[in-house]
């Protein structure tokens, strides 16, 4: 296209050289505005395109909580066959050892909060050869990964955990470097003066890992899209999700810091259910990893709809299907949105009639009933 343009431009310059004498001066004119709107087309053709890159390169932006990555740490290096130098040639052997190679070490770095930077592969440093006069090879230098807490490291494909990263600092090594080589010096003997013999250095360990993120949180904030979870956060902490009147609006966890007279409380959001998320409908199980480790849950209920004690119901059975052992965390259930209807004391009683568990109805837009709510999650947050 921009080169059937600069052709076209062409032929209306040389048009201009070779018109007649006596042409007009409008025709030059009409040729020149011409060029004048095919470049101006082009500039803003290329504008356009250059915009649509720039919103969908911010649009594309994923929360990564899962990834695969190839480890390789680095080989030994092999030692050396040497010998001193001497006028007879019968010096004795002086090889050095090789360097072990470096190994690939992930570490916990509470300034990351997903895995999008990590890359696919990644290999450690190669010990050096040993050298003459016993001089030893280099070590390879070992690799740090960093990635978030709470990241879970194990071997691709299985449920097998090499290593939990729970807090800042917390380390693992995942490949160990190879031994470098021995040199022809320890094969020296009173039977064999000048061997020849040395060793290649180990291979490093070679694998492939699964990265899982999963949030370290006290409380998890589990309910339908559009329940209002995200305003519930915002309303209990200083978190500032998106919050929208559409459902899904919430597709990535956000993470919050209830601070409530002398406790803090760390409260996590994640992406709405709905029924059959275990069939992968709607935004599937993926992001209920980030609540396998709270303490206990609070079932966001709009109060508005028809019957939300079935939404509590289809909820439970959502995180069952997933793992029991959710089902078995102490839970509140916070019915919201109470500023659209009148007498909602009186679904909040008829729940609470039908269910042993806690219940409160707050409206997390107008901050209604925020301070019993915090009360509640102390209590069972103590307990």
């Known amino acids: 296209m921009f080169l059937h343009r600069l052709r076209l431009q062409h032929k209306l310059i040389l048009k201009i050289r070779y018109c007649s004498s006596d042409a007009s001066s409008d025709t030059h004119k009409v040729i020149k505005e011409t060029i004048d709107s095919q470049n101006d087309k082009l500039m803003i053709n290329n504008e356009v395109k250059r915009k ?42 002086n090889g050095g050892d090789g360097g072990r190679g470096g190994s690939v070490i992930v570490v916990a770095d509470s300034s990351f909060t997903q895995l999008a930077h990590l890359k696919s592969a990644y290999h450690a440093q190669c010990g050096r050869n040993g050298s003459g006069r016993n001089m ?52 020296k003997s009173p039977l064999n003066v000048r061997p020849r013999e040395f060793t290649e250095g180990s291979l490093g360990d070679e694998l492939y890992i699964d990265v899982e993120l999963k949030s370290i949180a006290d409380v998890g904030l589990v309910g339908f899209p559009n329940a209002g979870k995200s305003t519930l956060l915002r309303a ?16 990535s966890p956000n993470i919050g ?43 966001v209920l709009d109060i508005s709809v028809k019957d939300p004690l079935q939404q509590f119901e289809i909820l439970k059975n959502e995180l069952k299907m997933y793992q029991l052992s959710l089902t078995c965390l102490n839970s509140i259930i916070v019915l919201n949105k109470i500023d659209l209807i009148d007498h909602y004391q009186t679904i909040v009683e008829n729940i609470k009639n039908k269910t042993s568990l806690p219940v409160v109805g707050v409206s997390a837009v107008k901050l209604e009933n925020i301070n019993i709510l915090q009360e509640l999650v102390k209590k069972t947050f103590i307990k």
């Open 136 to 187: 030893h090879g280099r070590n390879g230098d070992d690799l740090f990964i960093k990635v978030p807490q709470g990241s879970l490291i194990l071997n691709a494909g299985t449920s097998n955990i090499i290593a939990d990263l729970l807090k800042d600092g917390d380390s693992a090594t995942i490949a160990y470097g190879g031994y470098g080589g021995k040199g022809n010096v320890h094969f």
């Open 257 to 299: 810091i209830m601070t409530y007279k002398d406790i803090k409380v760390t409260v996590a959001d994640i992406p709405g259910l709905i029924e059959g998320a275990h069939v992968n409908k709607g935004l599937g199980h993926v992001f209920l990893r980030h609540i396998e480790r709270c303490s206990f849950l609070l079932y």
């Open 52 to 93: 649509k890159k720039l919103i969908f390169a911010k649009g594309d932006k994923k929360f990564i909580d899962w990834k695969r990555l190839y480890l390789k740490a680095g080989n030994g290096g092999k030692g050396s066959n040497s010998f001193v130098h001497s006028k007879d040639h019968r010096g004795g052997p």
């Open 236 to 251: 209990i902490s200083r978190a500032t999700p998106k919050v929208a009147d559409y459902p899904f609006t919430t597709l």
